[in-house]
């Protein structure tokens, strides 16, 4: 398979043919040649992935080939530098952050699913709509601690405790979808109710470290 610019010079206009692309059937100019080494011919990388994804999708078996081949290599030093290089030292913006964390599956849904042994409170932990509230409150308070002004090593502590908001949502909307109604619920990402504070500052506070219901 390969796939053919729509738009390229044509070397030798008699050795050229047109052909519909497989799959969005744009037709295209390509060499005689071509059709020799690939059965698809597509428009853009585009198509050709797009293509590819579907094909995948009605030949399970072949991913499951694929899966097993790759399980368990080691990619060398070299591969793995290459692959990471492009994105070293490159920053999301706030808006690319959240469209990943939403294409990223959810429960169930997601490859990783061990049947749900995470607890509720651990997964908003680590989710997108928590990240960005950390770092609206840390940029409010200018990357200082609220007590004693210090920067450096800063946690994001809820006022009203992080685990206290779960527990009313929960007792208001009960535990079916808990976590998705947590990520809609506007009381949780309040920066109003969030402060930065430096470590030592963080555990003399009350709420530090409340034990209360873990989901």
Same mark, same amino acid.
């Given at each position: 398979?390969?796939?053919?610019?729509?738009?390229?010079?044509?070397?030798?206009?008699?050795?050229?043919?047109?052909?519909?692309?497989?799959?969005?059937?744009?037709?295209?100019?390509?060499?005689?040649?071509?059709?020799?080494?690939?059965?698809?011919?597509?428009?853009?990388?585009?198509?050709?992935?797009?293509?590819?994804?579907?094909?995948?999708?009605?030949?399970?078996? %072949?991913?499951?080939?694929?899966?097993?081949?790759?399980?368990?290599?080691?990619?060398?030093?070299?591969?793995? %530098?290459?692959?990471?290089?492009?994105?070293?030292?490159?920053?999301?913006?706030?808006?690319?952050?959240?469209?990943?964390?939403?294409?990223?599956?959810?429960?169930?849904?997601?490859?990783?699913?061990?049947?749900?042994?995470?607890?509720?409170?651990?997964?908003?932990?680590?989710?997108?709509?928590?990240?960005?509230?950390?770092?609206?409150?840390?940029?409010?308070?200018?990357?200082?601690?609220?007590?004693?002004?210090?920067?450096?090593?800063?946690?994001?502590?809820?006022?009203?405790?992080?685990?206290?908001?779960?527990?009313?949502?929960?007792?208001?909307?009960? %535990?079916?979808?808990?976590? %998705?109604?947590?990520?809609?619920?506007?009381?949780?990402?309040?920066?109003?109710?969030?402060?930065?504070?430096?470590?030592?500052?963080?555990?003399?506070?009350?709420?530090?470290?409340?034990?209360?219901?873990?989901?």
């Amino acid at each position: 398979m390969c796939w053919i610019p729509a738009k390229r010079p044509a070397l030798c206009i008699k050795n050229m043919i047109t052909k519909g692309c497989d799959w969005c059937k744009k037709e295209i100019k390509i060499k005689k040649c071509k059709l020799r080494t690939s059965k698809n011919t597509f428009c853009s990388r585009q198509c050709f992935w797009i293509w590819k994804k579907d094909w995948y999708l009605q030949h399970p078996e %072949e991913r499951e080939k694929i899966r097993a081949w790759a399980t368990g290599r080691k990619q060398s030093k070299g591969t793995v %530098e290459k692959r990471i290089s492009k994105n070293r030292g490159a920053k999301r913006t706030l808006a690319q952050r959240k469209r990943i964390s939403e294409s990223i599956p959810k429960g169930a849904n997601n490859h990783f699913w061990r049947g749900g042994v995470s607890t509720v409170r651990k997964s908003l932990r680590e989710c997108s709509s928590y990240k960005l509230w950390r770092d609206a409150v840390f940029k409010r308070d200018n990357f200082k601690c609220v007590f004693c002004k210090k920067g450096g090593d800063l946690e994001a502590d809820h006022i009203v405790p992080f685990s206290k908001i779960i527990e009313n949502i929960r007792l208001e909307v009960g %535990e079916n979808d808990l976590f %998705e109604k947590c990520i809609l619920n506007k009381k949780l990402w309040d920066i109003d109710n969030g402060r930065a504070l430096c470590v030592g500052c963080h555990r003399k506070t009350d709420t530090y470290a409340v034990n209360t219901c873990y989901m």
